[in-house]
C-alpha cells in the first residue's frame, strides 16, 4: 500500500549545503522498489528527508516481485516516477523498450567527479534508447562490494601471517600456509538449485584483474566469446586456487559439492581448517553465532597483481535509480540522491554502502563497514557482477553448471566452449 511520507512546507536548503532547486510543495512523487521490511523503513526515512527539503508528497511501495510488477506497470501506463531496479539489464531493456527518461544534463559529470571511478558508474547507467542512441539513465545508489577476503586475526595473528597488498602476495601467501601445514582457503559452490554460482564471482573478479575493463565489458556483452583465450585464462586463475588439492579443505574434489553458507566455518575452528575465504559483504549471516566482524573475522581487498598496473578493481552488484514516469518531483528526486545526506541516513542505519565521496565516513553505524567502503573508494575500476548481466540461461545457468564441470575436472577450454555454445542457442 502506498504511504505518504510527508506533506510540509519546503525547505529548499539543504544540511549538504546543496539545494534541490525545485519547490514541491503538494506534488506527489511515487517511488516503486525491491525493499521490503526494515529496508522499507531505511528507505521511507531517506525519501522523508527528500520530502521535508521540498514539500513533495513522496509514496514509496516495495515488492518482492519488482522485476516482473514494473514490466506490467510501464507497458499498462500506470508506472511510478522512479523505479529502483536491482540490476542494469532490466533497466537497459526498458530504456530500449522507450519506458526511462533521461537524467537531466550535467548528472554525469556530477557522478564523475564525485564518485568513486566515476566513469564506471556512468557507463554502467548509460543505456540506448529506442532509436539507438546512448543516454544516462540510471543513478547509482546503495551498492555491494563483492572483492572482499574474510579471515581471522587471531589466526594470522597466531601464525605470523600479514594481510597481502597484491596478488604476487597473496598467491605467496598460500603457498607458505601449506608450507606450514595449513591450508590456505575454505571454497563452497554449493547452493542448491544455484549450485555454481560463487565461482562465477571469482571468475570475474580474477578477469578484472589479468585483463583491462574494456575486455571484461565485452565479455559480459558476449562480443568477446565465452571460450576466447583471456576468458579461458581467468577460468584457469580460479583454478590455480580451487583445483590445488593443497590449497582447500577436503582437497579440489570437496569444493563444488561444499555448501557456500557452510564453507567459511573453517576459518573459526581450532586449529583453523583453513585461513581464508573470498565472499561478498553479506557473508558474515553465515559465521558462527556470536561472530563479531572486525574482532573474530575481519576481511581484506581481493588484491590485484602488481606487475599487472590495472589499478584496483571492484567486482559488486547495487540499486540503480531511473525516471520511469517524467516530472519535475522524479527530476528533484534524482537531485537528492546526490547530497551526502541522502547517503548519510542510510549508513547510520547499517547495510549500505557508497561510491560518493563526500559523505562524513563518521556516519557509518559500525568501523566495518566504513572499512568496507573504504575498498569501494578506493576502487580505480567498478564493475557490477557479470553473470548478472547475461542472458538468464547463461548467466544463472549454464555458467554455473559450467563452473561445478570444471572444479570437478574438466578442461577450462571445453566448458568455455560449451558455455558459449548455450548463449549461441539463446540468439
Not at 514490466?71 to 499498462?76: H, L, M, N, Q, W
Not at 559480459?220 to 593443497?246: H, K, L, M
Not at 561478498?280 to 602488481?306: C, H, K, L
Not at 554455473?400 to 560449451?418: L, R
Request: proline content about 5%; charged content about 20%; glycine content about 12%.
Amino acid at each position: 500500500m502506498k504511504k505518504s511520507l510527508y506533506a510540509g512546507a519546503a525547505a529548499l536548503a539543504l544540511t549538504s549545503g546543496m539545494a534541490v532547486a525545485a519547490d514541491l510543495n503538494g506534488e506527489q512523487v511515487t517511488v516503486f522498489g525491491p525493499w521490503l521490511g526494515p529496508d522499507q523503513e531505511i528507505v521511507e526515512q531517506v525519501l522523508a528527508g527528500f520530502a521535508e527539503a521540498t514539500g513533495a508528497d513522496v509514496r514509496y511501495v516495495g515488492s518482492d516481485s519488482f522485476e516482473s510488477q514494473i514490466k506490467v506497470d510501464v507497458e499498462a501506463g500506470s508506472a511510478p516516477n522512479v523505479a529502483v531496479f536491482p540490476q542494469p539489464g532490466l533497466a537497459a531493456d526498458m530504456a530500449a523498450g522507450g519506458f526511462l527518461t533521461p537524467l537531466a544534463d550535467g548528472t554525469g559529470d556530477w557522478i564523475n567527479e564525485n564518485y568513486a571511478a566515476g566513469s564506471s558508474w556512468v557507463d554502467l547507467g548509460t543505456y540506448a534508447d529506442a532509436s539507438g542512441a546512448d543516454n544516462l539513465y540510471g543513478f547509482f545508489y546503495k551498492v555491494d562490494v563483492k572483492s572482499l577476503v574474510w579471515y581471522s586475526p587471531e589466526n594470522f595473528e597466531d601464525a605470523g601471517y600479514e594481510v597481502p597488498t597484491s596478488m604476487e602476495d597473496l598467491k605467496a601467501l598460500s603457498d607458505q600456509i601449506v608450507a606450514d601445514g595449513g591450508t590456505p582457503w575454505c571454497i563452497g559452490l554449493g547452493s542448491g538449485g544455484a549450485t555454481g554460482w560463487p565461482a562465477t564471482d571469482w571468475v570475474e573478479d580474477l578477469l578484472l584483474r589479468t585483463q583491462t575493463p574494456d575486455v571484461y565489458d565485452a565479455w559480459v556483452s558476449n562480443e568477446i566469446s565465452f571460450d576466447d583465450p583471456r576468458i579461458v585464462a581467468a577460468i584457469e586463475e580460479f583454478g590455480a586456487f580451487a583445483r590445488n588439492d593443497d590449497y582447500v579443505v577436503g582437497g579440489a574434489g570437496a569444493v563444488a559439492s561444499t555448501d557456500f553458507r557452510d564453507s567459511p566455518k573453517g576459518l573459526f575452528s581450532s586449529p583453523p581448517q583453513c585461513y581464508m575465504h573470498r565472499q561478498a559483504s553479506f557473508i558474515p549471516a553465515f559465521f558462527p553465532e556470536g561472530t563479531a566482524v572486525g574482532e573474530d573475522a575481519d576481511f581484506f581487498y581481493f588484491p590485484s597483481y602488481a606487475e599487472k598496473e590495472l589499478g584496483n578493481p571492484v567486482l559488486g552488484a547495487g540499486t540503480l535509480w531511473a525516471i520511469t514516469n517524467d516530472s519535475p518531483g522524479a527530476h528533484a528526486l534524482i537531485e537528492y540522491l546526490q547530497t551526502p545526506e541522502a547517503h548519510e541516513t542510510w549508513m547510520a542505519r547499517g547495510g549500505f554502502l557508497t561510491p560518493h565521496k563526500g559523505v562524513d565516513s563518521s556516519k557509518f553505524s559500525d568501523g566495518a563497514t566504513a572499512k568496507m567502503n573504504d575498498i569501494l573508494l578506493g576502487a580505480t575500476t567498478f564493475r557490477f557482477d557479470g553473470s548478472d548481466l547475461m542472458p538468464g540461461g547463461v548467466g544463472a545457468g549454464s555458467f554455473w553448471t559450467g563452473m561445478v564441470d570444471y572444479a570437478g575436472g574438466k578442461d577450462a577450454g571445453e566448458v568455455a566452449a560449451g558455455i558459449q555454445s548455450s548463449w549461441d542457442a539463446l540468439k
